[in-house]
């Protein structure tokens, strides 16, 4: 494959989102908070959020879904070792045991794309292989995200109604849960700081003999095209936590795309720099192989 390393840089701008939180404490569900280097807090977006929405991306767009293992058709969380042409190579008497790694991570990534894009763990055989898809933290620039906790009340009018009719008889009221509820729901605005990798020369890799006969060129070229549509479907529309009543407004997104055709790495300078697309153009021309694109919008 000529591409052998991509780096998305950018920056985006969602508003009113509240696509990533720390938890629930009682009836207030706390937004994530990050510390950067230089002791600043500010917004942030875990990369295990933006990665699971790659994920469920690549499971989307995949017309035919026996493009996965089985347990990637119902986007179960242990992949592979839900696998059971994987799981069963441990109890297979004519594999020898020195060999039982290899074909594991073989049946794996050959009978399942979104295993060999994202990676898994296997406990028996012990396989385990990283994801070609790498995300950093969206890290909201501290100067330009905004961040709010806003009071909801759930109400029953069948519920009011139904008390007060009993106290008007004089009946006293069975004792239940009350159907009102007051709770507390983080929102945010703001721009942040994207960075993403993606690895296609380790598409098909068997990472345990480093050999590509489990897949061929035509599969590893499908799969390539699959995880970069699961981009672009992933910032044009990102789903992710309370989206059914804060689905994120995007306004924009901006930043630069590095592609690597040698074996030298991608470099990922951080969008939280201002001069981040100038530092990166800089290091790109002295480094043969390396070349980028620059985008101001989703079209791009």
């Given at each position: 494959m000529a591409i052998f390393e991509i780096a998305i840089l950018g920056r985006v701008t969602w508003n009113l989102h509240s696509l990533n939180n720390e938890g629930t404490v009682g009836n207030v569900t706390e937004p994530r908070t990050v510390v950067l280097a230089n002791g600043e807090k500010t917004d942030g977006i875990s990369g295990e959020?933006?990665?699971?929405?790659?994920?469920?991306?690549?499971?989307?767009?995949?017309?035919?879904?026996?493009?996965?293992?089985?347990?990637?058709?119902?986007?179960?969380?242990?992949?592979?070792?839900?696998?059971?042409?994987?799981?069963?190579?441990?109890?297979?008497?004519?594999?020898?045991?020195?060999?039982?790694?290899?074909v594991a991570m073989g049946k794996a990534i050959s009978s399942c794309s979104l295993c060999d894009l994202h990676g898994f763990l296997v406990q028996r055989p012990t396989v385990a292989r990283p994801s070609t898809v790498e995300f950093g933290w969206a890290l909201g620039l501290p100067e330009k995200t905004h961040r709010d906790i806003h009071l909801h009340a759930r109400h029953s009018m069948v519920g009011r109604s139904r008390e007060e009719t009993e106290a008007e008889k004089g009946e006293e009221a069975p004792e239940r849960v009350t159907a009102q509820m007051i709770y507390h729901r983080p929102t945010r605005s703001g721009t942040y700081a994207i960075v993403s990798v993606f690895q296609p020369w380790r598409i098909g890799l068997n990472e345990v003999d480093y050999n590509y006969t489990a897949v061929n060129d035509d599969k590893r070229k499908s799969r390539y095209q699959l995880a970069l549509n699961a981009y672009k479907a992933t910032f044009v529309r990102t789903d992710g936590a309370m989206t059914s009543t804060r689905l994120p407004h995007i306004e924009a997104i901006e930043g630069i795309v590095v592609i690597s055709e040698t074996n030298f790495p991608a470099p990922a300078i951080s969008p939280i720099k201002d001069d981040y697309i100038i530092q990166t153009e800089n290091l790109v021309r002295g480094q043969k192989g390396l070349s980028t694109k620059k985008f101001s919008n989703l079209t791009d």
């Open positions: 959020m933006l990665k699971h929405i790659h994920a469920y991306n690549v499971w989307l767009l995949q017309e035919d879904k026996s493009q996965f293992c089985e347990a990637c058709q119902k986007f179960h969380p242990q992949k592979a070792d839900e696998n059971k042409l994987v799981t069963g190579v441990q109890t297979d008497k004519k594999i020898p045991s020195d060999q039982k790694s290899i």
